[in-house]
Each structure stands twice: as C-alpha cells, then as structure tokens.
C-alpha cells in the first residue's frame, strides 16, 4: 500500500470484521494506551488490567499513543480486535488478561495470580510479546 505510506496491517486496538458491541467510558487512574484490556472502576470509569474485565480499548482517529485521565474512550465488549500481547500465544488458543498490564496472556493451567481468565480467543499465533487478533466473543 505505497500510496498510503506503507500501512501496517494491523495496530493496537484496532477493529477487525463487522458486528461489534462498543461502550464509551472514563478513563480513572492513569493513562490507558490503546488495545490493552480495561475493568470497571467507578460508575462509568475504567482503569487499565483489573480484575473485572470489560473489553479492549479501541483506535480512534486521536493523534496520541494514550488516552488520558478523564478522556472518553471506547471499549470493544464483542467483536474481533487487535490487542497487545506479552507473551507467545497458539492461535485459536483461549487466552486471558495480565490484570497489572492489561496485556493478553496464554491462559494458564491453572488458577494463576494476576492472570484473569476471561473466555477470549486468539485469532492469530504468536511467537513472542506484540500485537494479536483478538476474539471477544
């Protein structure tokens, strides 16, 4: 795609597919960078990781890497979207949340500390920490 600067195919928190279910909240608690999983916090606010999972925080047209505190940001609830990894994950492989980093992690064996297991799948393989299609569904 030269003629759109070399594109990449993929960036973080970006919407993959049709037939999405998006909530806008508040971003609480410091600045929240696009496709890391977010959780509930006060009423309408969202914090990054958590332990109680809403979804991934999707690209907007915004030119900065974060959303800061008090923006409005989306959160995709359903859908495919490309989130930021920290590890290597199979595709198709059930996948959960690192509730500090807000990162997808394999799912572990078992119950793991600071790993939120959340009923996601990966779409896509990969080798080591980056960007991985997601689905929430």
């Not at 960036?11 to 993959?16: D, F, I």
């Not at 994950?89 to 500390?113: L, Y």
Request: charged share 15%.
């Amino acid at each position: 795609m030269a003629a759109y600067g070399n594109m990449e195919k993929a960036a973080p928190g970006l919407l993959y597919g049709l037939h999405h279910q998006i909530d806008s909240r508040l971003v609480s608690g410091g600045a929240i960078p696009f496709g890391v999983a977010v959780s509930a916090a006060n009423g309408d606010q969202i914090v990054i990781g958590g332990s109680n999972v809403l979804g991934i925080v999707a690209r907007t047209a915004l030119d900065q890497a974060t959303n800061k505190v008090g923006d409005c940001v989306n959160v995709v609830r359903t859908g495919k979207v490309w989130a930021e990894a920290s590890e290597a994950i199979a595709a198709d492989a059930e996948v959960a949340v690192d509730s500090t980093t807000g990162k997808i992690v394999a799912k572990p064996n078992s119950t793991t500390a600071g790993k939120i297991n959340t009923g996601w799948h990966a779409r896509t393989a990969l080798d080591a920490a980056g960007l991985i299609l997601i689905d929430l569904d």
